[in-house]
């Protein structure tokens, strides 16, 4: 099915929000806030004050905030298949960012589809993409995995599998777990493993760090951590091989020394001496 130019069609819409800067937000995104019958999100509260702050008057456009949340999606399912059913406009938004990426919207979006409904999106902010793409960590290949199992064999599981992913691996983390996850990190990735901890995406304290596993250990230790988390973590790799750091890092700073930039030098010394890159661009940070 083709949406061709009409850009606020029929159907259930997920829409997203911005997750920090109200600048974030698309001008489809806006128009199908505007035409929808029903929005579904939730907080109608924050959802409020985003389309105050659009400039869009539900009252005159007579639309129905319907409050979906883990616990209460599947109750709105009729209503929102009654609207669907009477070719209106649905969005689904979220609190900030994009529905359905650890957040409600999955469940609308399959009992759309099993009904013949068209589903479209507005695309906009996603936390994790942002954080992957600020990372310096290879993009190549990526799995996000949300939140983590809070405890027991799921979580050991999901840990034992990070440990061993050779992809790019995307965590998001609530400030007061930030450090038990670091501390299990650890014990299953080893403390050299690099990462990056991403906060405040977008909006005025935002912060990117970068280091290894250990090294986010000693930071974390005499800074609190504040605000919603993304860690992305260095893919799995299986050799090392016998070459020192200090090798590695004499020839980074040759290369350096010869007008390379930082990244430049990592990508000649990672192929000149056939190591992992992950390795060379953490010796790089030191």
Same mark, same amino acid.
């Given at each position: 099915?083709?949406?061709?130019?009409?850009?606020?069609?029929?159907?259930?819409?997920?829409?997203?929000?911005?997750?920090?800067?109200?600048?974030?937000?698309?001008?489809?995104?806006?128009?199908?806030?505007?035409?929808?019958?029903?929005?579904?999100?939730?907080?109608?509260?924050?959802?409020?004050?985003?389309?105050?702050?659009?400039?869009?008057?539900?009252?005159?456009?007579?639309?129905?905030?319907?409050?979906?949340?883990?616990?209460?999606?599947?109750?709105?399912?009729?209503?929102?298949? #009654?609207?669907?059913?009477?070719?209106?406009?649905?969005? !689904?938004?979220?609190?900030?960012?994009?529905?359905?990426?650890?957040?409600?919207?999955?469940?609308?979006?399959?009992?759309? !589809?099993?009904?013949?409904?068209?589903?479209?999106?507005?695309?906009?902010?996603?936390?994790?993409?942002?954080?992957?793409?600020?990372?310096?960590?290879?993009?190549?290949?990526?799995?996000?995995?949300?939140?983590?199992?809070?405890?027991?064999? #799921? $979580?050991?599981?999901?840990?034992?599998?990070?440990?061993?992913?050779?992809?790019?691996?995307?965590?998001?983390?609530?400030?007061?777990?930030?450090?038990?996850? !670091?501390?299990?990190?650890?014990?299953?990735?080893?403390?050299?493993?690099?990462?990056?901890?991403?906060?405040?995406?977008?909006?005025?304290?935002?912060?990117?760090? $970068?280091?290894?596993?250990?090294?986010?250990?000693?930071?974390?230790?005499?800074?609190?951590? $504040?605000?919603?988390?993304?860690?992305?973590?260095?893919?799995?790799?299986?050799?090392?091989?016998? !070459?020192?750091?200090?090798?590695?890092?004499?020839?980074?700073?040759?290369?350096?020394?010869?007008?390379?930039?930082?990244?430049?030098?990592?990508?000649?010394?990672?192929?000149?001496?056939?190591?992992?890159?992950?390795?060379?661009?953490?010796?790089?940070?030191?």
């Amino acid at each position: 099915m083709s949406l061709n130019n009409d850009r606020t069609a029929p159907g259930l819409w997920l829409v997203a929000t911005p997750i920090g800067n109200l600048g974030d937000i698309t001008t489809r995104a806006t128009d199908v806030l505007r035409a929808a019958s029903i929005i579904c999100c939730e907080d109608t509260r924050r959802t409020g004050r985003l389309l105050t702050l659009l400039g869009i008057d539900r009252a005159q456009s007579h639309t129905r905030l319907l409050i979906t949340n883990e616990h209460t999606e599947y109750d709105v399912v009729p209503d929102v298949l #009654e609207a669907l059913s009477q070719n209106e406009v649905v969005a !689904i938004v979220t609190d900030a960012g994009t529905p359905g990426i650890s957040d409600p919207g999955a469940l609308l979006v399959r009992a759309a !589809i099993d009904n013949d409904f068209p589903v479209w999106s507005a695309p906009g902010a996603t936390a994790f993409v942002s954080a992957v793409i600020v990372s310096g960590l290879p993009t190549s290949r990526i799995a996000f995995d949300g939140f983590l199992p809070r405890s027991g064999s #799921e $979580r050991a599981q999901h840990l034992s599998q990070i440990a061993n992913d050779t992809r790019t691996v995307v965590l998001y983390e609530a400030p007061h777990r930030l450090v038990r996850t !670091i501390d299990d990190l650890i014990t299953t990735c080893g403390s050299d493993r690099c990462i990056s901890l991403s906060r405040e995406i977008t909006k005025m304290h935002e912060e990117t760090w $970068r280091g290894t596993l250990s090294e986010a250990k000693g930071m974390l230790a005499v800074q609190e951590p $504040r605000g919603e988390y993304v860690i992305v973590i260095a893919p799995f790799e299986e050799s090392f091989t016998d !070459i020192s750091d200090d090798h590695i890092a004499e020839a980074i700073k040759e290369s350096i020394a010869r007008g390379k930039s930082k990244k430049s030098a990592v990508d000649e010394v990672s192929q000149q001496l056939g190591i992992a890159r992950n390795r060379v661009y953490r010796i790089s940070l030191q």
